[in-house]
């Protein structure tokens, strides 16, 4: 059963959904967008000229290409590292492609073309390819499906050679990963197995594999394998059902729940199954978690995942700072769901949250240099937390890497009447729309550090044609083209447009105080500081010298203010606040005391404190950092 | 190297120093102590009749019985439970025999004979004893110490067997321990093997098998483990160095760190080691170690172990209450280390957190009825725990057994001059100390529910001696025979004491808030009420019907007061919280609120709060419960 005509693979993006598929916004062909200028064009520049080439140092390092070297048969040897650690090259790959695809490069290219030569002569004949099995034991195939990761290995396999053949055309890696993935449509399509993998993931390749390919049966396993889900097929494993969304069928889940990143990758496979079956049970339960999730089980980093003990999702309201797990890979699960339901709604909450997870949750997990990474993004630390430049488990670098070479793929997308824009950033966007016929646009801002933009309409067809412009309903204002326009929803600007005409928006971005829900037992009394998009922190070394920061507290009166560029972190802006370093030397030696020992009121010295960004953090000396700021009251 | 003259081993109590041990303090012989009514009496009544009896039930249900079954040749089939399950039997058979030197039972003292011949059938002929290796893989002995609990459960069994010699004159399980420990001292005496155990634990039982047998080489192999541990022995295992209480040797430690079970096992051990060789560097070790367990990693409820992850002591000030572990065993090995360092110094902070932890953090791991158990004991839960009846890991269960069995053995001790009471409860106390000769004292009180003592002496030598009552340093007052006495310390009365004497002690039990130092971020802007030494807890079904758990706060300036008796939990006194019903239906849905938009107060509803013990929540149908509240400030 195929249905290839439904397919455009000339549009270049890493979420193609079909012409038929129920979304109410369409992806750009990435081809004609660059981002030009500011953060995030720093970030992709950094992960080009770094971070990537680090990668293949760094895969090399840990055995995880020997491992396929082994597997080929070209070297001997033992296997290294986590069982699903053939994903780590796969994402990596995927990176290079769409960074290909963004910009050539003879030597990122050399690098993919021989990895995947590799990856192709890895491969056994029956189209099977998993380094663990094949050199630590063969008779382990399918037999690990809680922990063993093979389909999750496979989706990673599978996105990157739909990511090969998007950008470049070369198909070697697509025709790897079909055979492999046609193989588990034998395997796992019928009846003989019935399984389904312990770590989602594969779900969002299979239907992107249908997208590219037109073949539907890889549509249906992705629905047949997110069926089986919620029965107790993992029952009597190392965690409770809900870890793996075992403990109930997907269509009737009410809530999100376990590990984060399973989660998170499984909702946004979901996602992309509704937009092409049009499944609305699917949609309905996708909605329902979203709303969970925001409601009272994400940080306000945008970060998920409250507990290191399996790395889940916590309880409602259980958010601590301090021991907020918030994987990197968490963070882009979270963005890859949120796009989709983005595409599929049409509603600017979902481009919100995307947008507060880039800039926080996600950019947390790469260092300013692009040689280091997070593994976890707590929102405080006491000690300090070093980056690590690679860790035993490497699923994060390579995943951050593929998402910074994506970056330019969720700027904006188009409908029947026009274009819509959702992040902003200096940039070149040219887009194709029924209504508009091929438009150019140019965005010219400081974004997110100023929150003018000027958007400039470089070259329409002569049409009718609506610009939609989201402001993000953190803005306390924002102004278009000088008349006040509503945060949390899309301007829209429905004109005939010319070259040469030019939209200003204005969004406030003045430094903001934060508080969190009463509920949020773990930060009662405390504020944060957001700045547009951008939530700020505290860094021990920023104190004054008297303080720490247990003994520092904020006035929630007084505003905070801008404070201009912290040279070290690059001239990032840091912000102002009014406070006081509160002496806590009766204190010392005692964790509780009667409250009738206590004097009323606790001497304390007026102080000003900087707040720089939280992503930013850790990118100097070794020192304590905190999100949550205790206030003075 | 025997030094036999120096061991008094017709003193029974669980903790025996020598004659020459720098001790402040010793033991009374256990048997002429007995609890005769209140609190602490019905707990061991309730363990003898119910919880003794459920654990040979459990233990039979769980595999753990017939593991041994199996390596004494007496079965046939696959071991199951965990690696260390032996050490649950040992635990059990050390309870019963605390408890049959309480009073006699032939229900307990056959199911003891039945046990202790099982496990000498199962003893190898080298003296070796432990079903994972004999039955599983006997090629495992000695290789996975890191892991494995060998020692640690030959430490149980060493315990045991020291128990049933002391208490019943049976020295069949201390010969079967003590071959065992002699094939210890050979294996790892020397230089041949120079590991230790991952998991501490044989420490205290070696030195206490020296105590009972006088062989000095167990002294000399508990010292030499405990010197073997901090130079990254277990360097490369599956957590790192602090886990093990490898990270520092101990006599440079300048914190206590790691997993908290372990710690504290290792801290009682490293404290009786001092006490038998007068080492000065470990007592100074263990006092540092206790200042920073009390100053920044305890809970209130003397609970120890803020992390889920590795089971372990966090960061200083890292007290979560929601994610608290406090392993019912760390509050135990608390416990056990407590009594030590009281011992050791004579100073009464160690008897208060001894009593903290008794009432609070241990006593909240065994339900009302005695069929059931936490293994966690957190200070907050949202939806509710359930206690279980047993555990995969059933370490916590014969844990509580043999604590309750043996609490009379740590109501008092004596010295040259006196005896000195810690623990107060309605008993019987026969003592001889030097200056007083054989004494007797009947102690009246309902403590710790009223803080009205009165001590007789019921019969004496007629010589001066002192008589040391313990004043909690939690009390606001005390009063003794009409005066004021400090809190603190112990009240000392020196007196030519004759049989009828009475003294009354006073000590202020009423109600009273407890304010959290303000660097233990995770109870900002919380109280919590105490009562005596008990702390109270609010739970979710005696809440007002319009409130929950989060909407409540109460009011810091009001005092709370006594409520009266709680039925539904066996009488225990209530405490009356004035607080509030906060209205915060404006943040449903809503994480996170810019300042500016929330209006200035929250509306609230005045409403009466009840608080229960907190040791007695989780005993009638399932809902949350808190510690902390949040206060109206």
Chains 1, 2 share one sequence.
């Not at 396999?157 to 739909?162: F, M, N």
């Amino acid at each position: 059963m195929t249905n290839k005509d439904e397919i455009d693979t000339t549009i270049v993006t890493s979420v193609a959904p079909t012409a038929s598929a129920r979304v109410q916004l369409r992806p750009l062909d990435a081809t004609g967008v660059v981002i030009e200028d500011g953060l995030l064009a720093e970030r992709q520049r950094v992960n080009r000229a770094v971070t990537l080439l680090r990668g293949a140092e760094e895969l090399e390092r840990a055995g995880t290409l020997e491992n396929l070297r082994i597997a080929a048969g070209r070297a001997r040897g033992s296997r290294r590292g986590m069982v699903f650690s053939d994903s780590d090259v796969y994402k990596w790959l995927e990176a290079i492609a769409w960074e290909i695809g963004r910009e050539p490069s003879a030597e990122l290219e050399r690098l993919a073309h021989e990895t995947i030569g590799l990856v192709g002569a890895a491969q056994e004949p029956d189209g099977y390819l998993n380094s663990w099995c094949q050199v630590v034991d063969p008779a382990w195939r399918w037999t690990d499906l809680e922990m063993g990761h093979e389909l999750y290995c496979a989706g990673h396999l599978i996105q990157a050679g739909v990511a090969f053949a998007r950008t470049t055309g070369d198909v070697s890696l697509l025709t790897i990963a079909r055979r492999f993935a046609d193989l588990i449509c034998d395997v796992f399509g019928g009846d003989d197995n019935t399984g389904t993998d312990g770590h989602p993931g594969i779900e969002v390749a299979l239907v992107e594999l249908y997208r590219q390919t037109g073949e539907r049966r890889y549509l249906e396993l992705a629905d047949t394998l997110t069926s089986r889900r919620g029965f107790g097929t993992f029952a009597g494993g190392r965690f409770d059902l809900e870890y793996y969304q075992d403990a109930e069928p997907v269509r009737e889940a009410r809530s999100i729940v376990g590990h984060a990143v399973r989660a998170l990758y499984f909702a946004a496979g979901v996602t992309d199954i509704y937009a092409e079956t049009g499944d609305e049970a699917l949609l309905e339960s996708m909605l329902r978690q979203w709303d969970d999730l925001t409601a009272a089980k994400s940080y306000l980093t945008g970060g998920v995942g409250s507990r290191h003990y399996g790395e889940s999702i916590g309880d409602p309201y259980e958010l601590p700072p301090d021991r907020a797990y918030c994987e990197t890979c968490a963070a882009i699960a979270s963005i890859m769901w949120n796009w989709r339901m983005l595409l599929v709604t049409g509603e600017s909450r979902f481009a919100d949250l995307f947008e507060r997870t880039l800039y926080n949750g996600f950019l947390s997990g790469h260092s300013l240099d692009g040689e280091s990474f997070f593994y976890v993004n707590a929102l405080q630390s006491r000690t300090g937390d070093r980056r690590h430049t690679w860790n035993p488990v490497a699923c994060c670098p390579p995943n951050v890497m593929r998402v910074l070479a994506s970056l330019h793929h969720y700027l904006a997308t188009t409908t029947d009447s026009g274009i819509q824009l959702h992040q902003y950033a200096s940039s070149r966007i040219r887009a194709v729309c029924p209504a508009a016929g091929p438009v150019e646009l140019a965005v010219n801002t400081d974004y997110p550090w100023s929150g003018a933009i000027e958007v400039e309409v470089v070259s329409t067809g002569d049409a009718e044609w609506t610009l939609s412009l989201r402001i993000p309903a953190w803005a306390r204002a924002a102004i278009l083209d000088g008349a006040p326009v509503e945060p949390g929803s899309y301007a829209e600007l429905t004109r005939n447009w010319r070259a040469g005409d030019k939209v200003t928006l204005e969004i406030d971005v003045l430094p903001r105080l934060t508080a969190p829900n009463p509920r949020i037992d773990a930060v009662r009394g405390c504020l944060a500081v957001e700045r547009g998009p951008v939530v700020y922190c505290l860094e021990e070394q920023d104190l004054p010298a008297e303080a720490d920061l247990a003994s520092v507290a904020i006035d929630s009166v007084a505003d905070p203010v801008d404070h201009g560029p912290v040279e070290p972190l690059g001239g990032v802006p840091g912000v102002a606040l009014a406070g006081v370093v509160r002496d806590l030397e009766r204190w010392r030696q005692t964790e509780y005391r009667d409250l009738q020992e206590l004097p009323a009121t606790v001497s304390a010295a007026p102080t000003q404190l900087l707040a720089v960004p939280y992503f930013a953090w850790a990118n100097r000396s070794q020192g304590g950092m905190r999100v949550w700021i205790p206030t003075t009251d």
